[in-house]
């Protein structure tokens, strides 16, 4: 492509030559103007066609002036030829644009894609990173929730099992009572009776009570008295009333209890999907990561590919116009060749015409004549 374009700007422009200069430069150079007919024998037709062309102008007679003529029929020749070579050349050329052409615009056509599924992979890419920052931050706030959630709970169930404790407890403490007041032996009496004073210590009975309690409960049934008695009913009866206001607070705490298991259920299952919420962002934002590098190697190869079938296009091109320039300098050095067979020569030949030079050239493509037409 470089040598390409330093052979268009070599031959552009070119100084104004004389016809002779013009068709010396074209045969004898079968390079840019190549033909069958060898390079020696161009290059001898260009040496000798200065004089020949002296020849043919001081010619005296009809004959004289009859090789000269032929010579020149004979770089004609040498021109047809190079015109039909140029002509097939530039057909060629012509395929070869198109053909970069079309390939040319699928490339194109392949990175505008990659270029619009790479931004939509950017977007997505963008999207799955805020929408895990703002899950991770949704499961942190969750976790948090479900600590205090927790801690609550906890707190509650802790609360209720005591009071549970406390009413089964009682519950005991009157089974006790039951046996104190039935009899029990010698050998037990001591500890249970300790133990009902205890309860009833813990539970703040009233002093008296407490006092008469522990008489009244190391009495044999026969050796109690009226006053043991009532002792013994006060004690069941408070009992009693502890029990009540246990099992009353149990059940007023019962439905806040559901509902705080309720509640911690809820935040545990809240947090779960949370969680899972973030793995699946994670697991889809590194998918899309992924995906973001395929397409940006993907879109660095097209673009690279378009570069690439660009600068195959422009060679093409370019080769096309010096075909073109070519076939333009051909028909002008046919010209010019033309008007050198013109030349008078000193007899005048009025008497008898000249043989005419053939000039024909090869039928051109539009493309050509185009070219040659503002050569």
Known sequence: CSDTADRLQTRMPRKAMSDLETVVAVLSDPEEYPAPAGAGLRSMLALDLPGVVDALSSATTPAEAEVPRELLQMVA????????????????????????????????????????????????????????????????????????????????????????????????????????????????????????????????????????????????????????????????????????????????????????????????AILDVATDRVKELETAKSQAERALEIEHLDYSETEAEVRELSKARSSCLIQQTLLEAAAGEINNALAALARLADTPTQAGEQAQAPKKIDLELPALSDGLRVATAGA
Do not use: Y
């Open 77 to 268: 020749k040498v021109f047809r030829s190079a015109s039909g070579c140029c002509l097939e050349k530039l057909k060629e050329s012509e395929m070869q644009v198109s053909e970069a052409n079309a390939l040319r615009a699928a490339s194109e056509a392949r990175h505008s894609s990659s270029s619009a599924t790479l931004e939509e992979a950017e977007v997505l890419a963008a999207k799955l990173k805020s929408d895990l920052h703002a899950a991770r931050e949704t499961a942190e706030a969750e976790h948090s929730n479900h600590r205090d959630v927790e801690a609550a709970t906890e707190h509650m169930l802790e609360s209720h099992a005591a009071l549970e404790k406390e009413l089964a407890l009682s519950k005991q403490i009157a089974l006790l009572v039951q046996d104190l007041e039935a009899g029990v032996s010698a050998a037990a009496l001591p500890s249970m009776v300790d133990v009902v004073l205890g309860h009833l210590a813990d539970n703040n009975a009233e002093q008296a009570l407490q006092v008469a309690a522990g008489s009244a409960l190391q009495r044999p049934p026969e050796e109690r008295q009226a006053f043991d008695v009532a002792t013994l009913e006060a004690i069941k009866a408070k009992i009693a009333d502890w029990q009540a206001h246990f099992l009353e607070k149990l059940t007023a705490s019962a439905p806040a209890v559901e509902a705080a298991r309720a509640e911690s259920l809820g935040a545990w």
